[in-house]
């Protein structure tokens, strides 16, 4: 089973900062990777798939990188809303989640 | 638009049984695989089950193989998931998701809003 680990575990920053998530896979996935948004209470939300292509309606804030086993999720310009967990997922073989990045307002 | 509604969760006693459904409208639903995602309370992310379009083709979790079984009926745009043997760390929210035809890498663009399967004596 290929493991996801994402760092940090939680991300403290203000509005108008960027943010930067990373996510490692134990084996290269190429750039079967993609990223979810989950806010309290709620689904989580695709924003990155492919490892870089934004979903329909994602704000052009949200950026992603990587491929083999190194992938970024960058959120420049951090608005209130975009405090949440954040989880990446690939399918490269079977499918699995990593255990989720906290952003939080500092 | 796609709306994916899911149905059916509950509170059980270990060992017991339900059936969880999704009703999918927006999309022509027999077009498109489908999953089942559940997340513990404050826990992670965890695939459960997927079947293909035409229910060709179904993988299951380590963890649910056996006691799950996934399956759907195209005529009535619906997905279901007969859960058997409930065991305590079974107990989530599942989700239904659609999984992404314009994609390589299997995102899942569409989420229900999630049913909560509660397992305990």
Known sequence: EIVLTQSPATLSLSPGERATLSCRASQSISTYLAWYQQKPGQAPRLLIYDASNRATGIPARFSGSGSGTDFTLTISNLEPEDFAVYYCQQRSNSITFGQGTRLEIK | ??????????????????????????????????IWIRQAPGKGLEWVSYISSGSTHIKYADSVRGRFTISRDNAKNSLYLQMNSLRVEDMAVYYCARVSRSASGWPFDYWGQGTLVTVSS
């Open chain 2, 1 to 34: 638009q796609v709306q994916l509604v899911e149905s059916g969760g509950g509170l059980v006693k270990p060992g017991g049984s339900l059936r969880l459904s999704c009703a999918a409208s927006g999309f022509t639903f027999s077009d498109y695989y489908m």
